[in-house]
């Protein structure tokens, strides 16, 4: 055991240490910390009103621990999410996988070890969200000791079975994947799992809910039923509920020692798992796949082709084939807009008629500035512009010594983060042209600002990560952990766009369809016009100095 724990050491040291960062990035987890206070005060407002709300409604019901059910099923949904990625890019996709193998541990320890950080992760989102969840709950239930004890025992064991579930898939299926030496494949399949599961699980409760609704009244009357319904399929979910609602009674104390036995259970699974099936998955990670030579192949990969359209090929791919990249840019860029999306398709036809006819009941120019201001919220951080610069890595001085104009290079780094938010866009505009039913003209302006918007939200992403880039990471993850870029461009566009927003609001003359899309064309030309200008002039003036 002394081996593992100085193994987990060693790696969370490696991932944590904050040698060879720069004084600004060392400023920025200062400047974290600062912005970390008014976040969490409002999070516990907004944590603290929700609890409050649900607990007047189910407490005359006795039904008040359906609170806990679905605060323990939204943080395994968490878990499970959160877990997907890192949990791939730790164990089998970081660049000191391999390094590991020849020095004398067990399998199950490397894993441990592996482990750590991304284990860490999860308890940064359980400190945030489920902790202050419990003590507001026990403030509100009136709660004894015993409650605090079982809470803080609970939420130290809360991620074990998300985590262990997640990770013994991955696992088993890199044990059979890099059989077939199918890397690329595999990181594709496994990067849109993530995808596949948050909206997946959603369909889910939406169609078991679906036929519930005849006997809601007997589930409220009858003891932990509803509960029941609730926790359906987290199985963790529902002996911790039980645990904190009666935790000084037998049945509390005995599904708090279930909640017990299961992780630790899950944690000798998931080092038997490990023992067994690590290394064979992790084998074979740097083999190619054997393949006969092919005249016709070769002639189509090295026909002569565009610069800017093989720039945009190598862009796309190093995207697609880093899982890293795959999930944090493609999955994350494309969540928001599908799921919203699917959100409304699984929505009864009563409420979305409610919710067309209340958008139709708005002004042509409202309907606008709404819409406009809902797609800046939801596509407004775009990860891959403002990690245009550095996912190229230590890789990025091959730049300097290739024949190719710095603008182009440029260029084709926009392009691909513009294209990104136009599929985004894509989606939406289905939604808001179908199932709203928005007028024509409103949905074509709509559509060509939120474009050019998408256009600006890209030169800014690009010009942050371009001051500022990351080029010496040695895992892919570090290109997004820690940094506040994406806060930043979030600030930077708040200012573009929310001027913009406030005159079109303000201002009684763009109450008008007419010159509200007006001026909104005016504004975002000169955005544009200003964001290439600028854009020209550091590429010219320090391209090369890039470091």
């Known amino acids: 055991m002394a ?47 929700m609890i409050d709300t ?205 909640m017990i036995a299961l992780s630790f259970a899950g944690i000798l699974l998931f080092m038997t798992i490990g023992q067994q099936w690590y290394f064979k998955g992790v084998l074979g990670l740097s083999g190619g796949t054997r393949s006969t030579f092919k005249e016709n192949d070769l002639k189509r990969r090295t026909e002569k082709r565009q610069v800017l359209w093989s720039l945009l090929l190598k862009e796309w791919k190093t995207i697609v084939r880093t899982p890293t990249f795959f999930t944090q840019i493609l999955i994350q860029s494309l969540f928001f807009p599908v799921f919203i999306l699917i959100l409304l398709l699984l929505q009864s036809s009563g409420s979305l008629s409610t919710m067309a006819s209340r958008i139709n009941g708005w002004d042509d120019s409202t309907s606008l500035l709404v819409l406009f201001a809902f797609t800046i919220i939801g596509l407004g951080v775009n990860p891959a512009s403002f990690s245009s610069i550095s996912r190229e890595g ?7 010594y290739l024949p190719i104009p710095a603008p182009l290079i440029v260029t084709s780094k926009l392009l691909v983060s513009f294209f990104l938010n136009v599929l985004s866009l894509l989606i939406i505009s289905i939604a808001i042209l179908f199932l709203f039913e928005v007028s024509l003209s409103v949905w074509f302006i709509w559509f060509l600002a939120s474009i050019v918007a998408s256009w600006i939200t890209s030169i800014i992403g690009f010009l942050l990560d371009f001051h500022q880039p990351k080029l010496n990471w040695t895992d892919e993850r570090e290109v997004f952990k820690g940094r506040m870029i994406g806060f930043f461009a979030l600030a930077a566009e708040a200012l573009v766009f929310g001027l913009l927003l406030i005159l079109l609001w303000a201002v009684p003359l763009f109450q008008s369809l007419t010159f509200a899309s007006v001026f909104m064309v005016v504004y975002l030309t000169i955005c544009v016009l200003l ?7 550091v590429t010219k003036e320090k391209f090369s100095t890039i470091h």
């Open 54 to 258: 649900l607990y007047t409604s189910l407490a005359p019901t006795g039904n008040e621990n359906v609170i806990l059910g679905l605060l323990f099923v939204m943080m395994t949904f968490i878990f499970l999410f959160v877990s997907l990625s890192t949990v791939l890019s730790s164990f089998y996709f970081a660049e000191d996988v391999e390094s590991f193998i020849p020095l004398p541990f067990q399998p199950y320890q490397i894993v441990m070890g592996k482990a750590a950080v991304p284990f860490l992760s999860l308890y940064g989102v359980n400190t945030l969200v489920l902790l202050p969840s419990l003590i507001i709950y026990g403030i509100h239930s009136a709660s004894g000791p015993v409650y605090y004890i079982f809470s803080l025992v609970l939420w130290l064991v809360a991620p074990v079975v998300p985590f262990v579930l997640t990770a013994a898939t991955i696992m088993f299926i890199m044990r059979f994947a890099n059989i077939a030496k199918n890397k690329d494949r595999t990181k594709i399949i496994m990067g849109s799992l993530g995808f596949a599961f948050a909206i997946g699980v959603n369909i889910l409760f939406r169609l078991d809910s679906g036929g519930t609704g005849g006997g809601m009244s007997e589930m409220v009357l009858e003891q932990n039923a509803l509960l029941g319904l609730v926790t359906k399929f987290f199985p963790t979910a529902y002996f911790s509920s039980i645990a904190l609602t009666s935790p000084t009674s037998i049945i509390g104390s005995l599904n708090f020692l279930a």
């Open 531 to 537: 964001g290439q200008w600028y854009v020209g002039k």
């Open 3 to 49: 081996k593992t724990w100085l193994l987990i050491k060693t790696m969370v040291k490696m991932q944590l240490s904050t040698a060879g960062k720069s004084d600004l990035e060392k400023a920025g987890y200062g400047c974290l910390v600062l912005f970390a206070i008014p976040l969490g005060l409002l999070l516990l407002s907004i944590l603290n009103s």
């Open 394 to 400: 230590k890789s990025w001085f091959n730049n300097l």
